[in-house]
C-alpha cells in the first residue's frame, strides 16, 4: 500500500487548509487511518484517526474541536479538515495506515507501531 499526503501549504493564523491522504497498491481493505505531525526539533504525535469501516473518529486534545476528519471510502482517501490555525500547528503532517487495527480506542488509534504504511508528509506552516 502506498500512501500519497497533499494539501499543505503556507496559510495565516486563524485560516483552514484540507489535507488528502490517498491509499494505493495492493488492495486497501481499511483497518484504520491517522494522521500525525512533527515540527522542527520535536517528537511525532497522533493528530486524528479513523476506523474505516466502522468511520469512528479519534482527535487528539489539541485539535479537537477544530480538525476534521472525512473519508471517501471509493477513492481509498481520508481527508483532515483543518480549520482556526495557530502558528503551534505548524509541523510536516504525515498520513499513516494499517490493514488490521487490535483494537478501536483511542490508544491503539495514536499508537504509531500500530501503523504499516506511512506516506511522505506534507508540510504545513501557519504564519502568525
Known amino acids: 500500500v502506498q500512501l500519497q499526503a497533499s494539501g499543505g501549504g503556507l496559510v495565516q493564523a486563524g485560516d483552514s487548509l484540507r489535507l488528502s491522504c490517498a491509499a494505493s497498491?495492493?488492495?486497501?481493505?481499511?483497518?484504520?487511518m491517522g494522521w500525525f505531525r512533527q515540527a522542527p526539533g520535536k517528537e511525532r504525535e497522533f493528530v486524528a484517526g479513523?476506523?474505516?469501516?466502522?468511520?469512528?473518529?479519534y482527535y487528539s486534545d489539541f485539535v479537537k474541536g477544530r480538525f476534521a476528519l472525512s473519508k471517501d471510502n471509493a477513492k481509498s482517501t481520508v481527508f483532515l479538515q483543518m480549520t482556526s490555525l495557530k502558528p503551534e500547528d505548524t509541523a510536516t503532517y504525515y498520513c499513516?495506515?494499517?490493514?488490521?487495527?487490535?483494537?478501536?480506542?483511542?490508544?491503539?488509534?495514536?499508537?504509531?507501531?500500530?501503523?504499516?504504511?506511512w506516506g511522505q508528509g506534507t508540510l504545513v506552516t501557519v504564519s502568525s
Open positions: 499513516a495506515a494499517t490493514n488490521f487495527l487490535a483494537h478501536g480506542t483511542y490508544t491503539y488509534y495514536a499508537r504509531e507501531k500500530e501503523y504499516d504504511y
Open positions: 497498491g495492493r488492495t486497501f481493505s481499511g483497518g484504520a
Open positions: 479513523i476506523g474505516w469501516t466502522t468511520g469512528s473518529t
